[in-house]
């Protein structure tokens, strides 16, 4: 295992002091529990919206709290989810006096531990709601879940959520958007290599030089088949095509387009793999008003990619183009 750090035991500390030194303009950072508010929280009068989860997907979650997205994130140990504490005591950092919300992707840790916080919220005066995200088409039910993955729409909804909270929106609403959003999206993702996780010290599964997985999830579990490795324009088809006949998607929507690299993957890939979904997205008659590409939501050093589309309106059309201002995403500041 060849990797960046000192004791695996530190790696999620270490990674929040660096964050915390880099981005002090931005975010402040609190230990014991472990969570990162953006530098103006609370924010009086403003809806606080928050996620979390496993360490190891970064800049998912830490790097988008900050102006117009998130108001906190509480990172766990690599791909584990955070615990009660740290969410309750986040929650609680960024009740300007609104309520707060709750966005949890959908694994079996988060949804249990992000339920008890918020209880302990409520206990404590606070309003709550909560939104679970589930956009992955690849499978039904995982190693880590009940029902569908939440996946790269998490960040779509985060960004878009997030700029209606910075407008004032009240708490049903901005939940309300988020339930919407999670409604008009689907992702579907792909490996051609593993991960290893810094405590395991070794892949976290096999995978021969001239194979892929696809349907792979963001913590390495089983996708759909493992197959022969194809072309990138082969494999754009493969991933795309349940994507669009899932929600379905169907001539005339408009829809944001989003290439996630998992980490591994180069971004000149993630661009052929773009060129080749938007001339999908032509022929089914959709059309691309929005796009992403990058590395937003990863799985370590995994090389794969994933897609995701969300169906546009006005509305999120212009909460997309909304001011962003976090570790990870920024425009229009």
């Known amino acids: 295992m060849k990797k960046l750090i000192n004791n695996p035991a530190d790696v999620v500390k270490e990674e929040l002091e660096g964050i915390a030194l880099a981005h ?37 979650h830490g790097g988008f709290v900050g102006k117009g ?36 992707k959908n694994y079996t840790g988060d949804i249990m531990n992000f339920e008890m916080a918020a209880d302990l919220a409520r206990g404590e005066g606070i309003e709550i709601e909560a939104v679970v995200i589930n956009d992955d088409v690849a499978v039904e039910d995982s190693l880590y879940t009940a029902g569908r993955r939440g996946v790269g729409l998490t960040v779509l909804t985060e960004k878009i959520v997030g700029a209606a909270a910075e407008k004032g929106l009240p708490l049903k609403k901005v ?78 929507d408009d829809v944001l387009l989003f290439v996630n690299g998992m980490g591994g993957t180069p971004l000149i890939e993630q661009y052929i793999v773009y060129r080749k979904a938007a001339e999908i997205c032509k022929k089914h008659g959709l059309k691309v008003v929005r796009s992403l590409v990058g590395p937003y939501i990863t799985s370590l050093e995994m090389a794969g990619i ?12 212009k909460l997309w183009d909304a001011p962003v201002l976090t570790p990870g995403m920024r425009w229009g500041i």
């Open 69 to 104: 997205m998130l108001d906190a994130a509480c990172p766990g140990a690599v791909f584990t989810s955070p615990t009660p504490d740290q969410m309750l005591e986040a929650t609680k950092a960024v009740n300007g006096g609104a309520g707060v919300l709750h966005i949890v």
């Open 306 to 317: 994933s897609i995701t589309l969300l169906k546009m309106n006005d509305e999120y059309v």
């Open 175 to 252: 939940a309300d958007l988020c339930r919407e959003v999670n409604a008009a999206g689907r992702t579907m993702g792909m490996a051609l290599t593993s991960c290893t996780v810094p405590h395991a010290g070794k892949p976290t599964f096999d995978l021969p030089e001239d194979e892929m997985e696809i349907g792979i999830g963001i913590h390495g579990e089983p996708g759909r088949k493992r197959m022969k490795l194809k072309s990138a324009d082969e494999i754009t088809e493969m991933l795309i095509e349940p994507v669009i006949s899932d929600l379905p998607f169907k001539s005339g």
């Open 24 to 60: 002090a303009d931005l975010v402040k950072v609190y230990y014991d529990p472990n969570y990162i508010v953006r530098a103006d929280a609370p924010v009086k009068g403003k809806v606080g919206v928050i996620s979390g989860g496993g360490s190891g997907h970064e800049p998912m």
